[in-house]
């Protein structure tokens, strides 16, 4: 299985999403250095997780705020959907996973200006 999230959501634990956003705060400070956006999409399934254990995600996610707190007013949204951010559930033998998958977009050819 993969992340702490993953095995909170299967499980239905709310020990384990504890421990998984100690993960999530790990994750968070080594990310600082590249890109904020990549931040914001890494954590949504934590997000994702708390509310289906029925957790406030800015309680879940505490230890994340600690290192991270100008995060506060993403993790306060209403409007994350695992969808919206490339994310999904899906049914695996140990139980459910999340899965990062972007769209793929086709991309129209454009022919070439006549001359």
């Given at each position: 299985m993969?992340?702490?999230a ?10 384990l ?14 990310m600082?250095?590249i ?13 994702d997780?708390?509310?289906r ?32 951010f490339?994310?999904s ?9 999340y ?17």
């Amino acid at each position: 299985m993969g992340s702490l999230a993953d095995r909170a959501l299967s499980e239905r634990s709310r020990a384990l999403l504890d421990a998984a956003a100690w993960e999530a705060a790990e994750w968070a400070v080594d990310m600082k250095r590249i890109d904020d956006r990549d931040i914001w999409i890494g954590l949504v399934p934590y997000i994702d997780c708390a509310r289906r254990l029925g957790v406030d995600p800015l309680v879940a996610l505490e230890p994340v705020l600690r290192f991270e707190p100008w995060l506060e007013p993403f993790i306060r949204r209403d409007d994350i959907t695992l969808a919206a951010f490339g994310w999904s559930i899906e049914t695996v033998p140990d139980g459910l996973r999340y899965v990062f998958a972007w769209p793929r977009l086709q991309v129209p050819r454009v022919a070439p200006p006549r001359k």
